[in-house]
DNA sequence: TCCAAATAGTTGAAAGTTAAAGTACTTCGT
DNA sequence: ACGAAGTACTTTAACTTTCAACTATTTGGA
């Protein structure tokens, strides 16, 4: 099925520009912050899982959870968790309640891994972002951006008829 | 070095809407845009590759400054053109001027194939992104993104010490 | 002119990602 | 209480991306 039934007229300049300032700028931005964590051999991505993993009580969840909040996908924290485990950074623990299910559990280690590059990359948030916007253009995008993201979730529904 | 110098302070929670909601937005619409894409055997990058060139006068274009253009690495571009060559969509061409150089060169399946994909992809930038946007959402985040670009673009700079 | 350095592009290997299938356990309906 | 279906997570294999090294050519001095 198609994905969508907007009629395919083309972009008029101003709409082109708020696509292609936004993709550009954006994709410039996640390489920029991407670098900036290499110093600390993290990428956004894994900072995102041992950030969310560091902040859960007992710095530990479900794998499932931890998949879903970080936004990533089961299979590639599954790879990932392998090689953070390898790291010394997270261990994963068996779950009683639920024999299936596994814990991710950051270590000392892996907190302070992370508590390391913490300042850095908050550093690289401002820098290359949060410095640059006045308080309502922060309220503004915060505002958009919700607004697009609830969009997502709507179609997401509707296109493969799950409700979760 | 450091790649920043701004001190730590953590986010407020303004700060951390904007920015949250900004990537998480983000990351959901790009995957959301890309699936859209799936059904034509493309990806959002091999897209914009073969938009690129077939803007290009003689959809014709330098390897190098496709690259560019496309935002995507020459390493990456020469990988991809082997594929999309092999699907016909591309070839290459010797450049007399550089004989080092060589073009890329849309075919004419590549310019049907992207024919055939445009109005979908023109339709989900709509639909996940345009109309959800005010005209003046549209030029605030114009306006905005400029801004975070050039500022990135001179932080660039800055680091490595090149000016292009 | 000659050579060192820079540039254009490709390549191969390593690392990362995804998609599909597999294992183990739990849940639910009967 | 049984079996089918569903869930949690892992694994394998295919594919993609990156990194560093390589070839070929051009450029820019001395």
Known sequence: MAPTKTEARW???REMKAWRNYIIASRRMLEALDGDL???ELTLADYEVLAQLSDAP???LRM???AEI?????SRLSHRMKVMEAAGWVRREECP???RGYFAV???KGFKAIERAAPTHVGSVRNRFLDH???KDQEDLAKIFDRLQSQLRGQFIEEDGTSK
């Not at 970080?70 to 089961?74: D, E, G, H, L, R």
Request: charged letters at 35%.
């Open 133 to 135: 916007l006045s308080v």
């Open 11 to 13: 972009l008029n300049p």
């Open 38 to 40: 290499a110093d600390y």
């Open 70 to 74: 970080a936004m990533v996908s089961k």
């Open 64 to 66: 499932s959870e931890l």
């Open 97 to 99: 309640e639920d024999r």
């Open 106 to 108: 950051m270590t000392d």
């Open 58 to 60: 007992g710095r530990k």
